[in-house]
């Protein structure tokens, strides 16, 4: 068995690492007379179906005999108001020396108790879809959120007879299931915009006053990244595909981004069936530093629906949406507006299905690690062969908000934000995580590349560009010499293509490149002083100091 969920008599101690203040808070919760048990995909998907406000619509399920879902199911749509994506200013660290656990612990023994006489629904679930990873979650929230446990339940892997099987011969991992207690109903005085509680180190949370299912789905990844990462895996907010030859090696690619920079698009790109292509995933993964290959942690796909306009193939797939617009097409039956007309941000659960090359498992070691900024000083690729400048580069990613978060009013979304590995979700030191991928390049030999999918000085980089360059990678149009030093900068080359001229020796360019650099630099400078017990490596603003002094 993977994880542990149950102990004997002499592990019932206070002394018991697996124990904390916090996860017997929420993990006693679960045991209430209050609350009921959902024990098949198909009873969520009935309790979901009754609950008051959800659309049933006209539109079919496919695949539902192998989702366990019941045989006519049709797509259900739950609309929400004003928050409309992850608010991360809720996110709480009880393991964080600059919060108050003591008084963290108050505020979570008092917000379940005010939701004591509500009833509720909790499920299973498992996290990790190879026996060499996978881990059980215990979900838990009132019962007028079926909707939100049924999509919970759709987006992983509902803990049933198949589940149990590989349950029953995975590799096991001294840690304690996951419990996460969920309830958008209750309202913590001292947090009117959200609570969320977490508890890592022994793989709990609670989230009160935040009905966003995004908040379910990345607060459960949060746990899991973070359990993998003390097992010898590097934790990845990205997507990766392989594509695989007859004569030459596989390519393992990973591609690593905010929502809205590409990721998704690079990973499900299958130039029109030219080559043998799988996708492990395009959200949630992780890769063994030990030997290269990676593990999905999730079956599904939280997506946006503006992605696909009606008709579009790949709104068969759908399951749950969320915040989405619903009208009577020419027949009279319920349909779905795709794109964003109600509101930004509408969401859908989409099934494995939609890929028919999905794999859970890859065996070929990772081959090339790309971050994607929308960074304008970058051309639209640069091939860093230096360990520590790749590594430094995604730990001070460059990118943009989107509307997939709740950001405070009034903030510009141009704005150009400094995320490390793309991973907003972390729950460990960045230093961590600049360790595992270090690794990649150090220990396992993988190849490090920056895509830029915005714009260079002002040119819009179309997404037909960038998809040609990682076919030319991947079939070897594009070799190693073909790219050019990027001036004198150890470790850095680029690739020439028409119209995205480098001009280096152009002192606005340098200048504008110096920027950049110096707003990385400031970055890991402020998060040190903010993080002061657990720094970044001094390397990395090292290799960014060299730069700039390069550029001036």
């Not at 999730?298 to 503006?306: G, M």
Request: hydrophobic share 35%; net charge negative; aromatic share 12%.
């Amino acid at each position: 068995m993977s994880t542990k969920e149950r102990y004997s008599q002499d592990e019932l101690r206070k002394a018991n690492p697996m124990f904390s203040r916090t996860r017997a808070t929420i993990e006693s919760a679960f045991y209430g007379n209050n609350v009921h048990e959902v024990t098949s995909v198909a009873e969520a998907y009935n309790l979901a179906k009754k609950q008051s406000g959800v659309i049933v619509t006209d539109l079919p399920i496919l695949h539902t005999k192998e989702l366990g879902l019941p045989y006519g199911a049709t797509q259900l749509v739950y609309n929400h108001g004003k928050i409309l994506g992850r608010t991360a200013s809720a996110r709480h660290f009880v393991d964080n020396p600059n919060e108050d656990a003591e008084a963290l612990d108050g505020n979570l023994r008092e917000d379940i108790y005010k939701g004591h006489e509500q009833k509720y629904l909790k499920a299973t679930v498992l996290v990790g879809l190879d026996p060499s990873f996978t881990v059980k979650a215990h979900i838990m929230m009132p019962e007028d959120q079926a909707f939100n446990l049924l999509s919970y339940i759709l987006n992983f892997h509902f803990f049933d007879e198949e589940a149990q099987k590989m349950y029953a011969k995975s590799k096991f991992y001294d840690e304690p299931d996951i419990y996460f207690y969920f309830d958008p109903n209750v309202q913590d005085e001292d947090y009117p915009k959200g609570l969320g509680v977490f508890d890592a180190p022994h793989n709990c949370a609670a989230v009160f006053n935040l009905r966003y299912f995004g908040e379910l789905k990345k607060g459960t990844l949060t746990l899991a990244w973070a359990i993998a990462h003390r097992h010898g895996y590097t934790a990845c907010h990205g997507g990766e595909k392989s594509f695989h030859f007859d004569d030459k090696d596989d390519k393992t690619f990973a591609f690593y981004g905010l929502s809205g920079s590409g990721k998704s698009t690079l990973t499900h790109e299958m130039y029109d069936g030219k080559y043998d292509i799988t996708v492990l995933h395009d959200d949630a993964f992780i890769i063994s530093r030990e030997d290269g290959s990676s593990v999905a942690l999730e079956p599904s796909y939280f997506d946006k629906t503006h992605d696909y306009p009606a008709g579009h193939h790949e709104t068969k797939y759908y399951t749950t949406i969320m915040n989405c617009d619903v009208t009577l097409d020419s027949n009279g039956k319920k349909v779905i507006v795709t794109e964003d007309l109600r509101n930004n941000n509408g969401r859908v659960i989409k099934t494995r299905y939609t890929s028919p090359h999905r794999v859970d498992f890859e065996k070929s070691p990772i081959t090339a690690l790309f971050w994607i900024m929308k960074d304008g000083s970058l051309p639209p690729i640069i091939k860093i062969d230096d360990p520590v400048l790749a590594t430094t580069m995604g730990c001070t990613l460059a990118t943009k908000r989107t509307s997939a978060e709740n950001l405070p009013k009034g903030f510009d979304m141009n704005t150009l934000v400094i995320e490390p590995f793309a991973d907003p979700f972390r729950a460990y030191p960045v230093s961590g995580d600049y360790t595992d991928f270090k690794e990649l390049f150090t220990k396992r030999g993988a190849s490090c590349y920056s895509l830029n999918t915005d714009a260079f000085m002002g040119k819009d980089i179309p997404k037909e560009v960038t998809k040609k360059l990682i076919e030319d990678l991947a079939n070897g149009n594009i070799k190693d010499s073909d790219f050019k030093p990027f001036g004198n900068f150890k470790g850095v080359s680029y690739l020439p293509i028409d119209g995205y001229e480098v001009h280096l020796e152009d002192p606005e360019y340098q200048k504008t490149l110096a920027k950049r650099m110096q707003d990385r630099l400031n970055w890991l400078n402020k998060y040190d002083k903010e993080h002061p017990e657990t720094p970044i490596q001094d390397e990395a603003k090292k290799t960014l100091e060299a730069i700039i002094k390069e550029l001036s």
